[in-house]
């Protein structure tokens, strides 16, 4: 286990610890040679595919030929295995944390054990309400940005004649979910739509399918909008759709949010209307920003990852080379 030497004030944190019979094992700044990083990664689970390609994207670059020895954990979406995990990666003395919080509370006390034990956290994806004291950095997206841009589509597309909206919202109290509404909120205020309803369905496929069954059970064709905070929960609100004999992308016109594969072919099959892309390629900077970090160098406290927006034509061009 290589442990990097921090800054000038790590030295003497080293030295304190050494007197203490606990300095850090190796590192390039503490005689160590060319041993692996351990890094733990507490991920969220397996829920999306957006998901999916975010583990690909970190286990690739987490590689043993990047420098890295990888500990990976998936929590199956729930909160309190993720901190498990975490206290897990703090007990087996690892160089650093990533994790990529499911929701943005309850964080305080397990980042202070990181803190305390001198393990330097980065957050990906999605980010914590904590004191950002308590993290070395976040590099994720601009969630709300993402809400208003569906939003503003939304609005265009309603025009005068105005919409019967539901929404599919993300995981409760994940920063992706909070943000997205705060931002698709605030496009849509004030304009011809009308929100008729609004209910969690985790991120999953089976979760926006089951939601989207109630609300046409209760709402029926009233309903010509759909709001998904992902596309795996678009993707299954089109079973529910079709099986209530309506045509998705154009009884129900739809904006999600991630782009993924299977979101683009509901695009570019004119079953979905618009996606506003949430890029999951964030393992490169994420392994730049643990290197850096152990190495004592400063580092943004956060760095947002540049999205865009697609159309069906954007889609029916793009699919043949989407990387994920
Ligand atoms: C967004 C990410 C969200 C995706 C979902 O960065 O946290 O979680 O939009 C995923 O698909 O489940």
Request: net charge negative.
């Amino acid at each position: 286990m290589k442990k990097k030497v921090l800054g000038g004030l790590a030295i003497a944190g080293a030295f304190a610890l050494a007197l203490t019979g606990c300095a850090p094992s190796g590192g390039s700044g503490a005689g160590g040679g060319d041993e692996l990083i351990t890094v733990g990664f507490a991920q969220t689970g397996s829920e999306s595919g957006w998901r999916a390609a975010n583990t690909e994207s970190m286990q690739e670059a987490f590689s043993e030929e990047n420098g890295f020895e990888l500990i990976f954990n998936a929590a199956d979406n729930k909160q309190e295995a993720q901190i498990a995990a975490v206290r897990s990666f703090i007990n087996q003395g690892v160089d650093a944390i990533v994790i990529a919080p499911i929701t943005v509370d309850g964080w305080d006390d397990v980042l202070k054990e990181a803190q305390d034990a001198g393990i330097p956290v980065i957050l990906e994806d999605r980010t914590v309400s904590a004191s950002e004291d308590l993290y070395a950095s976040w590099v994720g997206l601009d969630f709300e940005q993402e809400g208003r841009t569906a939003g503003e589509w939304a609005v265009e597309e309603a025009g005068d004649a105005g919409a019967n909206l539901v929404i599919l919202e993300g995981t409760t109290g994940s920063s992706a979910a909070l943000d997205r509404a705060t931002g698709f909120g605030e496009a849509i205020d004030g304009s011809s739509i009308n929100v008729l309803d609004s209910q969690t369905g985790d991120f999953t496929r089976d979760g926006g399918k089951k939601v989207m069954e109630g609300f046409l059970q209760k709402y029926g064709s009233e309903i010509n909008m759909l709001f998904a905070h992902n596309d795996d929960m678009g993707l299954g609100a089109l079973d529910a759709i079709k099986a209530a004999g309506l045509v998705p992308g154009q009884d129900i016109k739809i904006v999600t949010i991630d782009a993924v594969k299977d979101g683009m072919q509901a695009l570019a099959d004119g079953e979905f209307n618009f996606i506003v892309e949430c890029n999951p390629i964030l393992g490169p900077k994420v392994a730049e920003l643990v290197k850096k970090v152990l190495d004592g160098e400063e580092v943004p406290k956060s760095e947002i990852v540049p999205d865009g927006a697609f159309t069906q034509e954007d889609a029916i061009e793009l699919l043949p080379t989407r990387p994920y």
